[in-house]
C-alpha cells in the first residue's frame, strides 16, 4: 500500500499566521506547503495533489472565493477540499457563496487550536481511506484484466486443440473425424431442407512411386501443395478434407443432378491435375500426378446414411482406378444392386 505522505496546502497572506499554522499542524502527519497568495496557491495546486487546502478568505490579490472557485472549476483539481479561514463573512450569504465556490467547510479566526486539528485529522483520514480504495479499486481492475487475459489464452488454447483435433496436421483440411461430421450436417440439411449434395473420394494415381523417387518429404511437399489448390476451389459451404496418405473426401452441398456434379468433379480434377512447382529440403523439381475421382449423390432418400454414401464414393473411386485412372466415376445409390457406376475418361 501506498505510504507517502498527504500533502496539505496553507493559504494566508500573512506570515504570522502560516508560522502558526506551522507549528500547530507540525505534527498532523502531512507535508506542509505554503502560499502567501493567491496565484501563489493556484501555481502549486497545479504541482502538487493536496489532500486539504486550508485557505484564508481576505487575500489582497485574489481572494480565497476566487481561488476556491478557480480549484473548484478545475478539472485536475475539482475533488480537492477546501477549508476557509476566515475572521469576516460570518454570515449566512456569504457562507453560502463560499460552499457555492467549493468549500466544505469553514474555521473562524482566532482559530481554536483543537478545532482545526480535529478537521485536519478528519479530513487527512478521509484521504488516506480514499486511497486506499483508489488503491484497492486499482488492484482489481489489474486482476481483472489478468483474469481476462488469461480466459483469452485459455480460449485461444481451446479453439487450437479443437482445432488440431479436427484437422490434418500435414495439409490443414479437416480430418476424418470433422468430415463426417460436416457429412452428418449435410444429410440434416438435404433432409429438412430438400438441398441435395454430392460426395466425393480421389486419392493421386502413383503417388507411391513419387515418395519412391523423391522421398517422403517431396510427397508431404506434393500433398500441402494439392490441399492448399483444393481449398482455393471449393464453395463456402463445401468441405475437402484429408481421410489419411493420398486419400481425400469431399462434400459438395446443392447438387441434385449426376452431370452437374460429374462436371463440379472434372473441373476440380483437371486443375488438381495442373503441375505443381515444389520446395523440399532445400531443392525444386515440378511434379504433375493424376487423380481419380469417385461420388455418389444424395437422392432424397432418408436411409442413405453418411456410411453407405461414403462407401458409395470410395467404390467409384476404385472404379475410376480400374478403368484407367486420372478419370471421375459415379455410383448410383437410388439404382437396385448390384450398384450402377459410370465414368469419365481425362
Known amino acids: 500500500m501506498n505510504t507517502v505522505k498527504p500533502k496539505l496546502l496553507v493559504v494566508d497572506d500573512l506570515t504570522a499566521n502560516l508560522v502558526a499554522m506551522r507549528h500547530l499542524l507540525a505534527d498532523c502527519g502531512a507535508e506542509i506547503f505554503e502560499a502567501s497568495s493567491g496565484n501563489q496557491a493556484l501555481a502549486l495546486c497545479l504541482d502538487h495533489q493536496f489532500a486539504l487546502v486550508l485557505l484564508d478568505v481576505n ?18 483539481l475539482g475533488e480537492t477540499p477546501i477549508i476557509f479561514l476566515t475572521a469576516a463573512y460570518g454570515d449566512d450569504p456569504n457562507r453560502i457563496k463560499g460552499y457555492r465556490m467549493g468549500a466544505i467547510d469553514y474555521i ?13 485529522r478528519v479530513f487527512l483520514e478521509l484521504y488516506h481511506a480514499r486511497q486506499q480504495l483508489q488503491q484497492v479499486l486499482r488492484d482489481l481492475a489489474e486482476r481483472n484484466q489478468q483474469l481476462l487475459d488469461e480466459i483469452s489464452v485459455r480460449k485461444r488454447i481451446e479453439a487450437q486443440v479443437r482445432y488440431e483435433a479436427s484437422h490434418d496436421s500435414l495439409t490443414g483440411l479437416p480430418n476424418r473425424s470433422c468430415f463426417f461430421e460436416r457429412l452428418q450436417q449435410a444429410l440434416v440439411t438435404a433432409i429438412h431442407q430438400d438441398r441435395g449434395f454430392a460426395v466425393v473420394c480421389f486419392d493421386l494415381d502413383g503417388f507411391k ?22 481449398q482455393g476451389l471449393m464453395g463456402t459451404d463445401d468441405t475437402a478434407a484429408r481421410l489419411g496418405g493420398d486419400e481425400f473426401a469431399l462434400v459438395l452441398r ?18 488438381l491435375t495442373e503441375p505443381y512447382p515444389i520446395h523440399y529440403d532445400g531443392q525444386s523439381v515440378t511434379m504433375q500426378i493424376g487423380v481419380s ?24 473411386m476404385y472404379d475410376a482406378k480400374r478403368s484407367g485412372k486420372n478419370r471421375s466415376a459415379i455410383v448410383n445409390l437410388a439404382a437396385p444392386a ?7 475418361q481425362a
Open 59 to 76: 487575500m489582497p490579490d485574489m481572494d480565497g472565493f476566487e481561488v476556491a472557485q478557480w480549484i473548484n472549476e478545475s478539472e485536475q
Open 108 to 120: 473562524a479566526k482566532p482559530i481554536n487550536d483543537i478545532v482545526l486539528q480535529s478537521k485536519v
Open 209 to 230: 512411386s513419387i515418395n519412391d523417387e523423391f522421398g517422403h518429404a517431396a510427397g508431404d511437399a506434393l500433398l500441402r501443395a494439392l490441399a492448399s489448390r483444393l
Open 254 to 271: 446443392d447438387f441434385n443432378q449426376t452431370d452437374a456434379a460429374m462436371e463440379r468433379c472434372e473441373f476440380l480434377r483437371e486443375h
Open 293 to 316: 475421382f469417385g461420388f455418389t449423390l444424395w437422392h432424397h432418400a432418408p436411409e442413405q446414411g453418411p456410411d453407405q454414401m461414403i462407401r458409395g464414393a470410395d467404390k467409384a
Open 338 to 344: 448390384p450398384l450402377d457406376t459410370a465414368a469419365t
